[in-house]
């Protein structure tokens, strides 16, 4: 069992940087990647980034390459995902996911076991 809780959202204008921080509870050590979706009003949860554990290894979506940054602190249990030159069209609700033991890292939301509750990111132009 792994319990996420995603914190760092807020309202910024278009050009600003956020950073969005994924703290993990539970037998985190399992798990085998972490990954970043977000969901914008009216719209299907998308993929935003991911990173493995053991690794170092990362995947972004082409919308957020060169301006978002996946890393992580396994020391402290926590996954970052670092937001610049935030556009209005990043505006969604993000959330954090883990994924059960094994290898890899993964793009695809049904490959991931554990969610936290998501915060809000809002980009005003």
């Known amino acids: 069992q792994v319990q996420l809780v995603e914190s760092g959202g807020g309202l910024v204008q278009a050009g600003g940087s956020l950073r969005l921080a994924c703290a993990a509870s539970?037998?985190?050590?399992?798990?085998?990647?972490m990954g970043w979706f977000r969901q914008a009003p009216g719209k299907e949860r998308q993929f935003v980034a991911a990173?493995?554990?053991?690794?170092?290894?990362?995947r972004y979506a082409d919308s957020v390459t060169g301006r978002f940054t996946v890393s992580r602190d396994n020391a402290k249990n926590t996954v970052y995902l670092q937001m610049n030159i935030l556009k209005p069209e990043d505006t969604a609700i993000y959330y954090c996911?883990?994924?059960?033991?094994?290898?890899?890292?993964?793009?695809?939301?049904?490959?991931?076991?554990?969610w936290g509750q998501g915060t809000q990111v809002t980009v005003s132009s």
């Open positions: 996911a883990a994924r059960a033991p094994g290898s890899g890292v993964y793009t695809v939301l049904t490959y991931y076991d554990y």
């Open positions: 990173i493995n554990w053991s690794g170092g290894v990362t």
């Open positions: 539970g037998r985190t050590v399992s798990s085998s990647a």
